[in-house]
């Protein structure tokens, strides 16, 4: 079956702007996580959905930064006003959410904020 | 707070010969440990985790507790292995499995 899908795969905005950035999970894995891989501080954990519900948002680096997710399935991470130090690469990943279930990574955004 | 660390940002090694990855971690409960890779243009994906005690393309890894340690080793490295090596742990509490990474390795290995 089809994997974790992320869109758009390359993201270039200017700063100031707002950007969306899309995660379709595998069907039926109710967690769903946001990851952002930056050059200056590697993998860090962004958001964490049950569900459509979000118990975990001690990621989010400020009130720029926001995810939901719907029909738990599709979520989309919105962040506004973008500034230079969001430039990274954004990952999603889902799993079945169980203890020490591997998590699905997608290819991930590339964003790049001017 | 929970902490991985890698202290090897890079690593060379010929092929044939052992490759060890060190990861040594910080946290209070007891953790789940993984190793996630990422090979060249390919998207992040599980190596192998401690839980399930296997081994994956020849790569194992030994939880010690006592070492806070997860190394990732392999006998015989093989062309194929180069690629990034990320140790992460996960605080084992059921409902939220968000993984801490460490800043990876990339193993290169020489033919």
């Known amino acids: 079956g089809a994997g974790v899908s992320q869109s758009p795969s390359n993201k270039v905005t200017e700063k100031g702007k707002d950007v969306e950035l899309r995660c379709d999970p595998i069907s039926g894995h109710t967690a769903l996580y946001w990851y952002r891989q930056s050059l200056g501080q590697g993998l860090e954990f962004l958001i964490y959905?049950?569900?459509?519900?979000?118990?975990?948002k001690s990621g989010l680096p400020s009130d720029r930064f926001s995810a939901e997710r719907t029909g738990g399935s599709v979520s989309t991470l919105t962040i506004q006003r973008t500034q230079q130090e969001d430039s990274a690469v954004y990952l999603c990943?889902?799993?079945?959410?169980?203890?020490?279930?591997?998590?699905?990574f997608g290819p991930g955004t590339r964003l790049t904020v001017l | 707070a929970q902490r991985v660390t890698q202290p090897e940002k890079l690593l060379s090694v010929f092929k044939g010969a052992p490759v060890e990855l060190k990861c040594n971690y910080s946290?209070?409960?007891?953790?789940?440990l993984f190793w996630y890779v990422q090979y060249s243009r390919q998207r992040l994906q599980l190596l192998l985790r401690h839980i399930s005690r296997e081994s994956i393309k020849g790569f194992t890894a030994d939880l010690n507790k006592g070492e806070t340690s997860f190394h990732l080793k392999k006998p015989f490295a093989q062309e194929e292995d180069s690629a990034m090596y990320y140790c992460?742990?996960?605080?084992?509490?059921?409902?939220?499995?968000?993984?801490?990474f460490g800043t990876g390795t990339r193993l290169t290995i020489i033919p």
């Open positions: 990943a889902s799993s079945p959410g169980l203890i020490a279930a591997e998590q699905f």
């Open positions: 959905f049950q569900g459509n519900s979000a118990p975990d």
């Open positions: 946290y209070s409960g007891s953790p789940e």
């Open positions: 992460a742990l996960s605080g084992g509490n059921f409902g939220n499995e968000k993984l801490t």
